[in-house]
């Protein structure tokens, strides 16, 4: 499957991009996200839990690594998304102890993950990588770059899979 690329030009754009993108979602959902600090990652975190209809304040769990939200799928179902940041994380015994593999492989929600380079191999084959490049030129200006990943069919690893 070929990426998507989109541009948005504003935090409201890249929200709005995040919900569209969330349509697509499913319960057992893996969306990584890749970018500099500031380039994105967690208002598009914001719009995939507006389509969700998350009520808590989403912010990006830098310091508690993982949140956990409670929403609702299209039948209005609940359902749990897991937004886990791994910035502050530097060895896989610290993925081991956040719980981070069975957080990735269940079934029963889809989980979010910033700085997803750091999961050193603990990621599922099958997921959505989200890639955001800012403009240097113009700060509000993002390319969102979005491809499913489906490492089980393909002969290929990642480049995004790459080492802590």
Known sequence: MDPEIHTTFSEEETIELGKKFAERLH??????LYGELGAGKTEFVKGICDFFRVSD?????????MNQYDGEDRQH???????????RIKTTNEL????FDDCMYSHNSIKLVEWAEKANGHLPGSRFNVVFSQNEEQDNTREIRIEHVDEANSHTASASDSQI
């Open 57 to 65: 304040i989403v912010s990006s769990p830098t310091y508690t690594i």
């Open 77 to 87: 179902d609940a359902l749990k998304i897991y937004h886990v940041d791994l910035f």
């Open 96 to 99: 081991d102890d956040i719980g």
């Open 27 to 32: 319960l057992g959902d893996v969306v990584t």
